[in-house]
């Protein structure tokens, strides 16, 4: 679905960099304080992309799971998912919510999508197309097998998932290399909360005045 705050959707598929939302090059602040050691915030090193602060709160739409997923395990993963939209909240200065729950489909900016797995995939992903000036994403794919690349999850992995695709949401297009760190790839390195780096990471991010701009575009299933 289009989000709320989409104005235009751009056809494109070069995963290339151009002009920034705020009017400059898609570079980082060279006045800003350095980012976290170790983490690669920018796509690849080509730019920064973010959302504008007026965008928030984004609004997600969690829909029902498929109906091979059963009680218990439909109540574990749907309360964790739901419970890690609020991840990221009260990081950025003067934004207390960057993400709400909607129950609306059609409201939605980001519409997380069900996949019984993902074969040697990550457990979740986000889905983009860059080109031009804005950075489209078209949804968050989440896996919702309790058995994962072959490893049994945890229901708390869920939650920690969803927290970590809602970092790349946000703008933390690369991963960092501290296995403690939330924004740390692998099913085994995910730590429940947020660490201080996580944390300094998003708000290096939003002290960025040159960025793409993020818009919300139709889901576009990659496979």
């Given at each position: 679905?289009?989000?709320?705050?989409?104005a235009?959707?751009?056809?494109?598929?070069?995963?290339?960099?151009g002009?920034?939302?705020?009017?400059?090059?898609?570079?980082?602040?060279?006045?800003?304080?350095?980012?976290?050691?170790?983490?690669?915030?920018?796509?690849?090193?080509?730019?920064?992309?973010?959302?504008?602060?007026?965008d928030?709160?984004?609004?997600?739409y969690?829909?029902?799971?498929?109906?091979?997923?059963v009680?218990?395990?439909?109540?574990?993963?749907?309360?964790?998912?739901?419970?890690?939209?609020?991840?990221?909240?009260?990081?950025?200065?003067?934004?207390?919510?960057?993400?709400?729950?909607?129950?609306?489909?059609?409201?939605?900016?980001?519409e997380?999508?069900?996949?019984?797995?993902?074969?040697?995939?990550?457990?979740?992903?986000?889905?983009?197309?860059?080109?031009?000036?804005?950075?489209l994403?078209?949804?968050?794919?989440?896996?919702?097998?309790?058995?994962?690349?072959?490893?049994?999850?945890?229901?708390?992995?869920?939650?920690?998932?969803?927290?970590?695709?809602?970092?790349?949401?946000?703008?933390?297009?690369?991963?960092?290399?501290?296995?403690?760190?939330?924004?740390?790839?692998?099913?085994?390195?995910?730590?429940?909360?947020?660490?201080?780096?996580?944390?300094?990471?998003l708000?290096?991010?939003?002290?960025?005045?040159?960025?793409?701009?993020?818009?919300?575009?139709?889901?576009?299933?990659?496979d």
């Amino acid at each position: 679905m289009v989000g709320r705050k989409a104005a235009a959707v751009l056809v494109c598929s070069a995963l290339l960099f151009g002009c920034a939302g705020n009017g400059g090059v898609g570079d980082p602040d060279p006045n800003a304080d350095p980012p976290p050691d170790n983490y690669d915030i920018e796509f690849g090193g080509s730019g920064v992309v973010r959302w504008r602060t007026s965008d928030f709160p984004l609004l997600v739409y969690i829909p029902a799971l498929p109906a091979e997923v059963v009680e218990p395990e439909r109540t574990w993963i749907t309360s964790n998912v739901t419970a890690a939209v609020d991840a990221w909240d009260s990081i950025i200065p003067d934004i207390a919510d960057v993400a709400d729950i909607t129950t609306d489909q059609a409201q939605a900016d980001l519409e997380i999508h069900w996949r019984p797995d993902f074969g040697t995939s990550p457990f979740g992903r986000v889905i983009w197309t860059f080109g031009g000036s804005t950075a489209l994403m078209h949804g968050m794919e989440l896996g919702y097998k309790k058995e994962l690349h072959g490893i049994e999850a945890n229901y708390a992995d869920y939650y920690d998932n969803m927290s970590h695709e809602l970092g790349h949401v946000l703008g933390i297009m690369g991963h960092s290399g501290v296995d403690t760190d939330l924004m740390c790839p692998g099913g085994n390195s995910f730590t429940r909360t947020l660490t201080g780096r996580d944390e300094e990471a998003l708000r290096w991010l939003y002290r960025q005045s040159s960025f793409m701009r993020i818009e919300t575009a139709p889901y576009n299933d990659p496979d």
